[in-house]
């Protein structure tokens, strides 16, 4: 399966940081968080990514390139563990990049993705997310878009107050944490709102989308929605996702995962918990 990884907004909720580089190679702990999301695509058994950028986001494109210098300079000075990791990463997966001119929206940055994905079903997964779970969420979502023919979404419950801030379905559960989706709003008022089941940033949507997406309107915030595209579809499952997300997209949440992440790994955790310790002191 291909999937797109729209990488190309302006990250204006995490300004200045953002002004001159992207959101997406904002750093989680020990990798940028696009990383995460390449290589839970990979996991997912996806071997086609197209990442859709913009301006000033030149720097994902090189950091899944080969850098021959830096190589060359490892090698010689004898770093092979560091020089094994950098050339990990430019073997990671066949990456392809588009970019969206204008930032209109979701929608209009998935729809850059039409001529590479062609005619068969793909999957989006957006590029400020990561996600953590035993089966890759994203292959979770594959498994049922098969066993249900259908498109099928991610989605987390939040708690009343977060619904203002994400596109939120309604349906009927049809088996365990899956429903049959038949209203998609975005960020609906708390009193409007189906339900308080949010949809994630995790998607395999068919490809009749780009059709959908070519006659919708402006939206919210003045932008090409993806989820009102979605709305149009003849059938959309959404799946109550097994595992964790993280939004990286706002200063503290992406804190709070940098922290969670280093606090995962044996090397850093008993000098960060000290640290923390200290600082409560
Ligand atoms: P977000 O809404 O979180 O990104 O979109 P944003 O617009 O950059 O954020 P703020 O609100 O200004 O802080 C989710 C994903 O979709 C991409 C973003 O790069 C992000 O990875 N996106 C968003 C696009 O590629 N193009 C767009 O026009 C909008």
Redesign the pocket.
């Known amino acids: 399966m291909k999937c797109v990884i729209?990488?190309?907004?302006?990250?204006?909720?995490?300004l200045p940081v953002?002004k001159a580089q992207?959101?997406?190679m904002l750093p989680v702990y020990d990798r940028p968080t696009i990383q995460y999301v390449i290589e839970e695509a990979i996991a997912s058994g996806v071997d086609d990514i197209l990442i859709?950028t913009?301006k000033g986001k030149r720097s994902i494109e090189d950091h899944f390139d080969r850098s021959f210098e830096l190589e060359e300079s490892l090698k010689e000075s004898g770093k092979f563990d560091l020089l094994k990791t950098v050339e990990e990463i430019s073997n990671l997966a066949d990456i392809y990049y588009i970019r969206?001119k204008k930032?209109?929206?979701?929608g209009?940055?998935i729809y850059c993705a039409k001529k590479h994905i062609g005619d068969e079903p793909f999957a989006v997964m957006?590029?400020?997310i990561i996600t953590k779970s035993d089966v890759p969420c994203t292959k979770q979502l594959i498994d049922l878009s098969q066993k249900h023919d259908s498109s099928v979404i991610a989605v987390e419950k939040v708690p009343n107050e977060k619904v203002e801030r994400y596109g939120i379905i309604g349906g009927t559960e049809v088996s365990e944490d899956v429903y049959k989706v038949d209203t998609l709003v975005e960020k609906p008022k708390v009193n409007e709102a189906p339900s308080n089941l949010a949809i994630m940033?995790r998607y395999v949507l068919y490809p009749e989308l780009f059709d959908h997406i070519e006659n919708t309107e402006l939206g919210v915030g003045g932008?090409i929605q993806l989820t009102d595209a979605m709305a149009k579809l003849d059938s959309m499952h959404a799946n109550v996702f097994n595992g964790r997300s993280y939004d990286i997209?706002?200063k503290i949440d992406w804190l709070k995962t940098s922290i969670e992440f280093a606090l995962e790994d044996n090397e850093s955790k008993g000098i960060l918990l000290d640290y923390i310790q200290e600082m409560m002191k």
């Open positions: 729209p990488a190309a907004g302006l990250g204006t909720r995490f953002t992207p959101k997406e859709v913009g969206q930032q209109k929206g979701l209009d940055a957006l590029g400020d940033g932008e997209g706002n």
